[in-house]
């Protein structure tokens, strides 16, 4: 059994212990008096629970809450490639592979479609006992995302042959979302141990401004968040202390063991800082990782000797970087802004001999990792801004803008860069990508989206290395439901 099986086990057991007690204690006292009814009973008909919120008419029994949010949409690329069940999405943004035109079914474009239990016990004293599973999933497929087993589903395959792959946290746990379980007071804070989003990732969602997977390179990669390695994005086994003390809020964020624990690095560590002043609101994190894992697939040339769809090739690097956000509400328009700046270096340790990846059954074999791609340090630096207006009560339009840049880290002895686009020399030549987008969310009830955006995204120098084109336009529409 698996530390990921283990942990929701754990965590359900939790869960199923508190609604036994719940069962009882919740009876109300002798002589107490009876609870006021709810004013409206949202499950009366079909349409009076759509046009409700999950906060007022929660699916819940005895302090455990059962969630979901299921997104479907249908979209065009001008250069895109065909859907994997076990991917999730599929290129909204420019990738090596983009190939073709294409029309194509588009899963998750505005959020991940996910399914999860929450619990909340209160156990006295302003304390409670929390806890979250929870499982993205692709909503056509039906199959749990699984980046690893994606990119090794096209280890057999050439660039301009491959189906849609990624390096990403989601690697078919059951938990590939959010596993934990911890204490929350309102005056002492909120402790959490187990699967968990990064204080990174969480902050960079509340500060952008298109925040969503088709329209937003933030939303469709965390490399943004990973400090330039996707999978770090959820810690596996993390301790997550957050505090709110007046207008100011401090979070701190500590990874406990390494890759044989389901994480996809030897450590990690964040701060964080925020403070709201009126209508302007301003957060920072810090972070640093060691032995960071970005895994690739074999495109073409897997090993012999091993099966195909087992084995992956990862690059491994020491990160750190910084998070700078500021937001500004002017009546129904919010204003954002912010800059990322993340250094690559070779990692600490060099893992010749391969290692267990994040994804069960799927491992780096012996001399599959490079240690060494750093040896002069990889810098990007980012910068975004954007705007969300709030036309009326239900219906928001989005627009942001979005740069990433990266310098020329190719060692003196390998040469000086040449070409350009596609044809530049090397993927380590200076660089940069961008993106802007456009969104309209529409909420005819309070349980559903309708939607329509569109991302143009480009590369331009050692970014386009390698690619079989340089930008990717993807209109798309869809409708999401969340309960």
Known sequence: MGWGTTRVGVVLLAMVARASFADAADLPAENAPE????PTNCFSS???YLNSSASDCPLSYAGITLYGTLDVGYGYETHGVPENPSAGKVNYGIQKNSNNTHWLLSPNALSTSVIGLKMEEHIGAGWSLIGVVEAGFDPYSGMLINAPRSRADNNVNALANQTANYNSSAAGQWDNAQG???VSNPVYGTLTFGRTNSLALDA???????????FSPFGFTSSFAGFGNSPTVRPNTAFTYRLNVGNFRVAAQAQVGGYAIGNASNGQYQGQIGADFGALSLDGVVNWTRDAVSLSSYTGNPPSG???NSVLKATLSNSAGVELMARYTWGPVRFYAGYIYARLMNPSDDYA??????????????????SNAYDVNRIFNTVWTGVRYSMWSNLDL?????????????PPADGVCTGSGITISSSKCAGSQGAASFLIDYKPV???????????????GGFANGHLYTQNIDPTVGLRIQF
């Open 180 to 182: 934990f379980i911890g």
């Open 353 to 370: 001999n391969g290692f267990p990846t994040i994804a069960e059954g799927i491992f780096v074999p012996p001399g599959a990792a490079t």
């Open 46 to 48: 079909l349409w009076t």
């Open 446 to 460: 309070g349980r559903v989206d309708l939607y329509a955006g569109v991302m143009v995204s480009d590369v331009w």
């Open 398 to 410: 989005a627009a942001g803008v979005y740069y990433r840049t990266q310098n020329d880290y190719l």
């Open 306 to 308: 091993y099966d195909v």
């Open 35 to 38: 609870a006021a009814p709810p």
């Open 204 to 214: 960079l969602a509340s500060y952008d401004p298109v925040a969503s997977t088709a």
